[in-house]
């Protein structure tokens, strides 16, 4: 990663705890020389409270995805390193932004979540599950799809490398492994995507010569997090950032509200 882009990433990861910039310092200072290489050596200071909104990363015993995924995120300089010195909190108790949780101490979540494949990564809000990801996607696991997860927002600043597609696809569209839930479902099946683009809301934004029906599931939910985020017109980074530095626990429940509405 070349000088300006870590400059870019810190600032960007870091703008919206900017109203807790002395915290941010403070922990970006104390934590970025010891959380690099193992989850022991990650914050792991009592919890005064869970944090409401907080990325589940989920890890199962003896997965070796999970531990390429995490040794790649964990190497000095990488992406954990970044995020931590931006005021990212990662770790694995519930008050991190980033939870690194065995499925075992996660049961309900896993169940809720209804997944067999780990790592799995996703956002929850108040309990509910809002956003997650979807690997094989050409969307890397990386700190900008963390960071998407997180707030809902792509500040991702120059188009992702994309990952070999992994799942399947017709390729009438680009797929994406950034979701959003549909109504706290974070996996919806083919039946309600279709039922759902077809409906009040999202049938008139479909173009006439989209045979949805003959499209893959994951090509559906890339449709459709793509036209509940462009409906909204984008998002406008000003508003946003001004929101989040004024308010940074109810940013979240707006953007929701803003985006997760169906
Ligand atoms: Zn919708």
New binding site residues.
């Given amino acids: 990663m070349s000088f300006r882009m870590l400059v870019g990433l810190a600032f960007l990861l870091g703008f919206w705890s900017a109203g807790r910039a002395t915290l941010a310092q403070t922990v970006g200072g104390s934590e970025s020389v010891s959380v690099v290489s193992n989850t022991s050596s990650e914050k792991k200071t009592e919890p005064a409270e869970p944090r409401r909104t907080r990325v589940v990363f989920i890890v199962a015993e003896g997965c070796e995805e999970c531990d390429r995924v995490l040794s790649r995120l964990r190497r000095p300089g990488g992406d954990f390193e970044t995020m931590i010195a931006a005021g990212w909190r990662i770790g694995s108790s519930p008050e991190n932004h980033i939870q690194i949780v065995d499925r075992l101490n996660v049961a309900d979540l896993v169940e809720k979540l209804s997944v067999k494949n780990f790592p799995t990564v996703a956002c929850i809000s108040n309990d509910e599950i809002v956003r997650a990801f979807s690997s094989g996607c050409t969307t890397p696991l990386d700190a900008w799809t963390l960071n998407w997860l997180m707030k809902g927002k792509d500040e991702r600043p120059t188009p992702l490398q994309p990952e070999p597609v992994r799942v399947a696809t017709t390729g009438n569209y680009p797929l994406r492994g950034n979701h959003w839930s549909?109504d706290g479902i974070w996996n919806p099946s083919k039946e309600l995507l279709i039922q759902?683009l077809r409906g009040s809301?999202?049938s008139t934004q479909l173009a006439s010569t989209w045979k949805i029906e003959t499209w893959e599931h994951e090509e559906l939910r890339s449709l459709?997090d793509n036209?509940?985020e462009h409906e909204m017109g984008g998002v406008v980074p000003s508003s946003q950032q001004l929101l989040q530095q004024q308010h940074p626990a109810s940013s979240f429940t707006t953007a929701r509200k803003m985006y997760g509405k169906?």
Avoid: D
Wanted: charged fraction near 0%; glycine fraction near 0%; charge should be neutral.
């Fill in positions: 549909v759902h809301v999202h459709h036209l509940h169906f």
